[in-house]
């Protein structure tokens, strides 16, 4: 075990900041090198990283960094995890989604895996304490067989050009942030989904509001797993006030709801406002219910501890933190999108199966149904 | 306008009691016969109903009621009605699902036509006054151009055999339970349903938890209207601790969620526990938040009351309430099941128009593929 | 019992807005009356009353009336009470408090005595119906043993001059919001206050924010009752974002909370804003829980009704309603200022004798302790 | 700064749980030393300590400990630190309160500054992050000028023998629970108390539900500060269904409402029950809110990692969490007791005057007016 695991993050931006704020908590690490094409001093400085690239090659060519955080745009995954495999490192941690298209993340997994790259999928949902907490009275026997799960991640939209185009992210609401419940359903369940109904908007004009993004605005995916439980999935942009992350578990002998982004103790009437309610929220004006640390509440900051740990203690990633399980989500949501395109519910291992046959099983094209539909 | 409305009740279960209760706080109904095959006497007695009747035919034979609730089990709805109609009877309350199938519902809304028997639905969404807030506050501009609903009734199942078996209910929850949802977003948006993806359990074996019953105990129905609006709502049987019904409704410019069960403003603690917290709950022991006046909250009293608004004041029932919204919001269930059946979206005027031409579009035949998804 | 009765209110502002939107959901009362100052046309207009007189004497003047609401500022209540009584009615709804001093209340109820006037006590809180659903489950033994009440009823502060001036107030917010908590307790616990410990701020500059204000802007009584019961009951001006009335009931097995205001299904977002929210709201954007119906959750409604119904079946008013139970209210509010005023506990059978002695035992003197703590 | 903290406890029960699952979270802690009169072997075997003392004075022999917790009953405090001090220990955390009058307590405190010890008082609520949240708030302006608080720590009463009895707690639930509001409050509002009034049941026959205790079951105190801020602190053993931890807190322009103990994302509903949902709950069945982790929520963490900084840092305690602040804080509650018995209100400079000059100011007589008053 190293006394000190030494980072360098790759990206500067919205995801770059919720893992360095992560890596500030934890004593034995240190933030030692940053690459990012903008905001790079302003970023090096907040977080007193001493050693700061324009080009990631620059930072990759270091050979004192135990683990490299991966948190550019998602259509840059798959190249600067090859990069970074490729110039010999060992653990990184790539954000979600993993890619922008199956063959892209089949093909970071199988160069991770030939190189024996600890790839780590960073879905914090898995780490998110409420969310932990509720899996534990689960395990108690507290609910009784697990049969159903409703989960959602919803805000009102990005102001990234990066979420809003689908040729950046991949896809629109249900990849970008659906994919944050799609992922934990499935750790949860502890089983793969065999078959994948979708309902999605069609993107620009097919939107419901967001009618500049080629991306979706609305989606929702119904997942069955092997075992028969039933998941309902959704992300959208349509939803003001702040992001609502809601989750429903049904048992056999019980129900646990939470309130993942709401769920605070606190509730706040303000006529001037103050300064920051929950991420998404656009006043803090009138009645707010401020979350008490988003870092820790959303699991970033247990996601990159546990993370950080593979490294300390060299362990693999845990179960739903691999990078195949950051592949497995990718295929659900794009499976979602074919479905809605089709009209017909899709067949995980039939999709799946299609795409490893080279036939890229992604969700480029404008689903035509759903414009139709409109 | 009559003085007094005299009503007669068929049925002297669950439902004839919603409406008795209802009917009593009006100071000028008279509730003057029951016709039941059971429970006669005592919910005469209760009501302080004079005359009692096991053969709804002797009631029918009446000719000083002015209004006629009928509140047997679903597969009777459609002989009921026939029969009221046939004895001359002019304004009938007909209970949610307006009947099993297309065609009854057809038949008794053509009898109903021909004979100018003012036909009105029961759909007490329609006068939950939370959910008429909600409309009220949408009407305002509240929350901008309405965009996107979310809405469900789920509880743990009935004890009621007819509410179990497909042959008396039509189906199972996305009909018992859902219907309501369903009937309450159409008359919300105010557009006709284009088309349906439905995604339902199997009913015995296929079910989730409640394998005695035939029908499914879980069903979710994405629904897509005239003007692009998206709906998703669901029954279940899966849910523990009295029964919940939640809405969400998404605009341009705002957010509206409405707890209509739960939503109460009383939070108790019980160690020996009290009367009564919310329907379908299975204790009033330890923490509950019960209902105030479930009569009202729930829309049965403003429901009667408007109905029997319609006889006094020799008016149509409104907009979401006559028989032709209880046929189609029929046909959106049953379209669900078809498009569970078969793994594809439904256009709901192909559906209609397919059920019209005489092949009976029900939900008889146990969905094949969701038996086959487990 | 008549078939309708005849209604005149005395005033035309905010309280005889309650009462008149209580009356019109009656159908059998007609508001046939109005007299008032100022506000009259449009009052009048506004709830389609026939009749509007300047001058109190002319309404009184008629011998139609079956009943009168008082709805004048506090100090007034007692001037158009007596006078009320000797034009001959019998019938009277005097709005809380009942008056400002103990001399003036029992002069009222002297002259009713004499008289055989119905005076009856508008305490709207003991027909709330969240607050009688939490006596049922009291009475049902949900709680155990009632042991102790906190109750309180709050906002930032009223535009009317007569509420914020004792002289005609009477006093300030524990008066005249704190009044509400107050009588209800008593009339929940069903025994006399023995002793009352207060605590008030001392008005104008020693007022903790509304340094405009004769009357104190933050008041709290703590009552012990005969039975050992223990109350705290709270009025203050100093909460923004609408009214908060919240009750706690603690028992031997069991705890009831009860949000009045706030306890509502809805919770909306709204950008644009909508009409109305809650009492004393300054904002309908963002985050709102609007009431569903004010008028009914405050307990308008049943109070109304309750008092039209003693009148229609010739009844009394029911306990903690009657004209004696306004007063002994006022008594324990009193008895609070002259607590906080000497810095002593106070035995209510001793402070009610001296008032009775002819001494004014009032609040009219700014309490020079509250003063000097600041 | 040492590179680990070797860290004693002398008890063994609830509070040195407390202060154990918060020092084995920090990873630059060792806990070497544990002393206790029982439970010794399984609470040094369930958090690893190696050494287990029947005897303080062994532990206390020991030369190598930087940081000592003192988590005996109440009335053993003074003995104990005065004890550690003699023995030459720098760096003490004493539990709350500090002690039980206050002739102890500036003996300890006096002790202390001779021998230059660092003398921590542990109070929680300081450093629970919902607490700490609502006062980022108030520093960012969130709700202007502070005005008023309100808080209360509640439970359903103590297995512990040294909580039902004054003799070994100091007083009953006022001291036992509403000693951490008070301590809280005084620290927020940042000022001294000027002027108590306080309300106490009395004791064993005069307590409202555990008349076994010798202490009150139930405590207000209303407080004045030297800036006129009000404060209304509350502890009582009267509220059944979780411990319920309360603050409200009222500004010029806004209210902040924490819900400390309730104020979980997690809502349950659970008929088998699972293993621990919120402190002194006697079920887990049926609906509850459990709380994520209270270790931290209740700010055992936060403190506890403040505590031993203070020592790595070598610095003294912050603010609020002096031995000094334990002793005004037990004054405090005293002053409530005094201002119960006597009928009167407390001016505080006075009433420390009076313990200063000799005359033990305690809480130890029975409040005869209390009892009287029931």
């Known amino acids: 075990m190293s006394d000190t695991v030494r980072v360098g993050i790759v990206g500067s931006r919205f995801a770059a900041m919720l893992h360095a704020e992560s890596y500030k908590r934890l004593p034995y690490v240190k933030m030692v090198a940053v690459a990012a094409k903008d905001n790079l001093v302003e970023f090096g400085g907040q977080y007193g990283i001493a050693d700061c690239y324009e080009d990631a ?14 948190c550019v745009p998602n259509f840059l995954h798959h190249q600067i995890v090859l990069q970074a495999v490729a110039a010999g490192h060992k653990s990184l941690i790539c954000e979600k989604p993993l890619a922008t298209n199956l063959a892209d993340g089949k093909e970071m997994i199988d160069a991770c895996d030939r190189a024996g790259v600890r790839l780590m999928y960073a879905e914090d949902w898995c780490y998110a304490p409420a969310l932990m907490r509720a899996k534990q009275i689960i395990d108690e026997g507290g609910i009784g ?19 809003q185009r689908k040729e950046y992210c991949g896809g629109g609401a249900l990849l970008h942030l659906g994919v944050h419940p799609i992922a934990w359903a499935r750790w949860l369940v502890g089983q793969e989904v065999t078959e994948v109904v979708g309902s999605v908007t069609g993107g620009e004009a097919s939107n419901l509001l967001h009618t500049s993004y080629t991306g979706e605005d609305w989606g929702v995916a119904v997942m069955t797993f092997a075992n028969g439980v039933k998941a309902v999935c959704e992300g959208n942009y349509l939803t003001c ?13 019980g ?23 929950v991420e998404k929220a656009d006043t803090t004006k009138g009645w707010t219910q401020p979350a008490v640390d988003e ?66 099983a ?6 035509a149904r759903a414009k139709a539909a409109r």
Do not use: W
Not at 57 to 70: E, G, H, N, Q, T
Not at 145 to 157: F, I, R
């Open 295 to 360: 870092f820790n509440s959303l699991g970033y900051c247990g996601e990159i501890s546990a993370f950080v740990d593979c490294v300390r203690f060299d362990r693999p990633a845990q179960r739903g933190l691999t990078g195949q399980d950051g592949l497995v989500s990718l295929g659900i949501v794009l499976a979602a999108y074919r479905s809605s395109e089709t009209g017909r519910a899709v067949r995980m291992d039939e999709f799946l199966a299609e795409a490893a046959s080279g036939k890229k």
């Open 362 to 367: 992604s969700g480029k094209k404008a689903p």
């Open 145 to 163: 067989k697990l049969l159903y799960v409703k989960a959602k991640e919803c805000h009102n939209g990005s102001h990234s050009i990066y979420a």
């Open 57 to 70: 090659a620059d930072l990759f060519a270091r050979d004192d960094l135990d683990l490299i955080s991966v």
């Open 241 to 253: 006030g702040g992001m609502d992350d809601f989750v429903e578990i049904y048992g056999s002998d």
């Open 255 to 277: 129900v646990i709801k939470v309130d993942v982004t709401f769920g605070s103790p606190l509730r706040v009437y303000s006529r001037p406002g103050y300064a920051y309610a």
